[in-house]
T-cell receptor, first 114, second 108 residues
């Protein structure tokens, strides 16, 4: 099992450009999430999905879009990149049953917006 | 009051020492408690998880949960330079909440 795979590992964008961060998992987990991690801020939840076709907003959703057409994939779209979106982005998945929500993370995407 | 509090460190200890990492929380509904280890420029990896109160041991690592005090701990015995990382606590009720992490340096 590869676990959670994120691509690309690094990306540099110019302000106003759009892009999609890819996330795929092969553990058949229903629950997937996107986080951003900034120095001193910890992990902040952007969007999450409890299953194919179902998504919801997290703590910091503005400027990001998600969709979940399959169990395996959960892409994150930056609509019009801004310097404030410079961060490290992590995708996570879990099988979340009741309060048991043990998440497994990908290796991250480092994004710089100039 | 923040839901989960974790001292950011850095915490520097000599190799071979026992390390104690801690988190406090305010929500008594939390039931699952986890510790993640994150090496520099890597994703968080699950280290240990426990359900409700009690201790759990895995090799040099022991996770302890005290629900009456709303306090969880991770102990590392015989610490090694390879244990140098950021350690994040996490806990769940209907959502998962992460601490901001403690940076740990093990000095050779």
């Amino acid at each position: 099992n590869a676990g959670v795979t994120q691509t690309p590992k690094f990306q540099v964008l110019k302000t106003g450009q759009s892009m999609t961060l890819q996330c795929a998992q092969d553990m058949n987990h229903e629950y997937m999430s996107w986080y951003r991690q900034d120095p001193g801020m910890g992990l902040r939840l952007i969007h999450y999905s409890v299953g194919a076709g179902i998504t919801d907003q997290g703590e910091v959703p503005n400027g990001y879009n998600v969709s979940r057409s399959t169990t395996e994939d959960f892409p994150l779209r930056l609509l019009s990149a801004a310097p404030s979106q410079t961060s490290v982005y992590f995708c996570a998945s879990s099988y979340a049953q009741g309060t048991e929500n043990i998440q497994y993370f990908g290796a991250g995407t480092r994004l710089s917006v100039l | 009051q923040k839901e989960v509090e974790q001292d950011p460190g850095p915490l520097s200890v000599p190799e071979g020492a026992i390390v104690s990492l801690n988190c406090t929380y305010s929500n008594s509904a939390f039931q699952y408690f986890m510790w993640y280890r994150q090496y520099s420029r890597k994703g968080p990896e699950l280290l240990m998880y426990t359900y409700s109160s009690g201790n759990k041991e895995d090799g040099r690592f022991t996770a302890q949960v005290d629900k009456s005090s709303k306090y969880i701990s991770l102990f590392i015995r015989d610490s090694q330079p390879s244990d140098s990382a950021t350690y994040l606590c996490a806990m769940t009720d209907d959502k998962i909440i992460f601490g901001k992490g403690t940076r740990l340096h093990i000095l050779p």
